[in-house]
């Protein structure tokens, strides 16, 4: 098909036409019935890549799927980046099972990361119903590795097996001829005339007999056809039963007879590695629900139900509970056994906090069967209160252990309102095994509260409501040389930054300090301004490290003998950065008048 064109147009918007026009090409003449031959092009969709050239927009929602497939191409090819990502956002809110698989494939081949990651995460969602479709037996030989990998590409092994052993039957005859991996190379030919690439042909499914050769020339190892060993390897049959390696396994006639009684000896005498698990992927969930079972602690299916047990009703005794041992690996704790394994990131308690109760703990994740667990918070040694927010790397869990060390409250029992599990996608803020926060958490939203200091409304410190303080209201204080402000946060918490704002309501001003500790005895200090006068806001850096509680200790006031702050919050939150950048922090030491 011929297109008439502007040269100049092309040029001014394309670089790879900017080359071919003017570069000093064969193309680069003056003759303007030229004409320049495009080999391989689709028509239709080059079409639609001149409307975006010329218009600088398209309507891709009227387009077919093979079209866009061919435009995310042709958009490469001519290094149309703009289009490229248009066109891969666009294929990301409109995946679907059916679709998935070759979009996929394209992803890899032009190497675009973000669709690439995309299309794994969906396939990992919806794991079943992908298997289902047809696309997903025309994916290479590359994607489909790279999908089997995943532990979170959760499905009954014996399912996934089935459908790797048709897809080796669809693709057989493929590469038993082509001998190489991966969707084929397009031509780059610069030679508008359009023509279209030839239809590859579908390869007919074959008898799982042809297959399987002799011994001698195509059997690896483990006894599989050599043609598909990288493929059918990443199959766990260690994760199948008995039931299925001797029956849907063995049947295949895909691995010897003898493989299979040395998989046989591992299961039954738990020898050699771990079995390597997959989890199902559901993201931003709660997992916990009433398909759980509770395995170990008192009243535990409480925590099966939704919402969170209020600590401000009902007796001690109808709570969630286990009894506190001298050893925590005395006692089982309490254990909660997801309906499946899954693929979590994320685990929230809620323990109870009245009025200002804390506790020790420990939680566990493990799968298999007895469950393997392994540790992913040791708050053994911390005062912890009300929520508590458990981030650990992405792994696969079955079962969820917590285990009570010590609480304020009682020396036997170790009391939960909530357990829930969760798989975000987005990164965690957390580093060995504590939380990392960018903003603040010293607030009462996230159950921080304030132990020591004086002020007309509690915790008005961390409410957040600096704007609304005057001479009597919005502050919290305490008497110069007797007494401190103390801010107990909710869990350990790795910071390295604080904000407070100095009551400024006149010219006064104050000298302070700042110390940080861990149990509310040994105390380390992070900010030493007691040779300063301050006014109104002051951010603190220092270097990171973990906290639980913090001390606000005045040393000077010019104006009386009270220490006044307005507001705290921990790490500095970025949306006072500019409030706090209008006020001068620190001021030299002057005489006093």
């Not at 495009?38 to 050239?53: C, D, I």
């Amino acid at each position: 098909k011929r297109f008439p064109v502007h040269r100049a147009v092309l040029a001014s918007r394309c670089e790879y036409f900017r080359c071919l026009f003017y570069g000093g090409m064969r193309e680069s003449t003056s003759d303007p019935t030229v004409e320049v031959e495009l080999k391989e092009t689709p028509a239709e969709a080059f079409s639609h890549l001149l409307q975006y050239v010329y218009e600088g927009q398209l309507t891709l929602s009227s387009l077919g799927s093979q079209t866009i497939l061919e435009l995310v191409a042709l958009a490469n090819r001519f290094n149309l980046s703009g289009l490229q990502v248009a066109v891969c956002d666009y294929l990301i809110r409109n995946l679907t099972v059916t679709n998935v698989s070759s979009t996929l494939d394209m992803a890899i081949f032009f190497q675009l990361e973000r669709l690439h990651a995309s299309c794994l995460f969906f396939i990992d969602v919806n794991a079943m119903q992908v298997m289902k479709t047809s696309g997903f037996l025309q994916l290479s030989k590359e994607a489909l590795v790279e999908v089997l990998q995943r532990d979170s590409f959760f499905a009954l092994e014996a399912e996934i097996f089935q459908s790797v052993t048709q897809w080796c039957r669809a693709n057989v005859e493929q590469y038993r001829d082509a001998g190489s991996v991966g969707v084929a190379d397009c031509d780059s030919a610069t030679d508008v005339v359009c023509s279209a690439p030839a239809a590859a042909a579908a390869a007919e499914p074959v008898d799982s007999s042809s297959l399987v050769t002799s011994p001698s020339s195509s059997r690896g190892s483990v006894g599989c056809p050599a043609l598909f060993m990288d493929v059918l390897s990443h199959v766990r049959l260690s994760l199948m039963s008995l039931e299925d390696l001797f029956g849907v396994v063995r049947l295949s006639k895909l691995f010897s007879d003898s493989f299979l009684l040395d998989c046989l000896q591992k299961k039954v005498m738990k020898h050699g590695e771990d079995p390597h698990y997959r989890g199902k992927l559901v993201p931003d969930k709660s997992l916990v629900d009433t398909s759980a079972e509770v395995v170990s602690g008192k009243n535990g299916s409480l925590l099966l139900s939704k919402g969170t047990l209020s600590s401000r009703t009902g007796t001690a005794s109808e709570y969630p509970c286990h009894c506190i041992p001298t050893n925590a690996a005395d006692v089982d704790g309490i254990i909660i056994r997801l309906s499946h394994p899954h693929v979590a990131n994320h685990i929230i308690l809620m323990l109870l906090s009245k009025p200002v109760h804390v506790s020790s703990y420990q939680v566990m994740v493990g799968v298999g069967d007895p469950c393997v667990y392994h540790t992913v918070a040791d708050y053994s040694k911390f005062h912890c209160r009300a929520r508590q927010d458990i981030f650990f790397e992405t792994d696969v869990v079955h079962c969820i252990r917590v285990v009570g060390t010590a609480t304020s409250y009682s020396q036997r029992e170790f009391q939960l309102l909530k357990l829930d599990c969760m798989y975000s996608p987005k990164a965690l803020p957390f580093r060995d095994q504590f939380r990392e926060p960018t903003d603040n958490v010293a607030r009462v939203q996230d159950d921080a509260i304030v132990l020591e200091g004086v002020s007309r409304l509690k915790n008005s410190l961390i409410d957040g409501r600096f704007r609304d303080y005057d001479w009597d209201n919005g502050y919290t204080c305490h008497q110069i040389d007797n007494g401190c402000i103390t801010i107990l946060l909710a869990q350990p918490t790795y910071v390295s930054s604080m904000r407070l704002l100095l009551w400024d309501c006149d010219d006064r001003r104050y000298s302070y300090h700042v110390d940080v500790s861990l149990d509310n005895i040994a105390y380390e200090r992070v900010c030493d301004r007691t040779d300063s006068l301050c006014q109104s806001w002051q951010t603190i850096h220092f270097d990171k490290q973990l906290v639980s509680y913090i001390k606000l200790v005045g040393t000077h006031n010019t104006a009386n003998e009270v220490f006044h702050c307005v507001h705290f919050e921990c790490p500095a939150s970025p949306s006072t950065d500019s409030i706090a950048q209008k006020s001068a922090e620190v001021k030299p030491n002057e005489e006093a008048q």
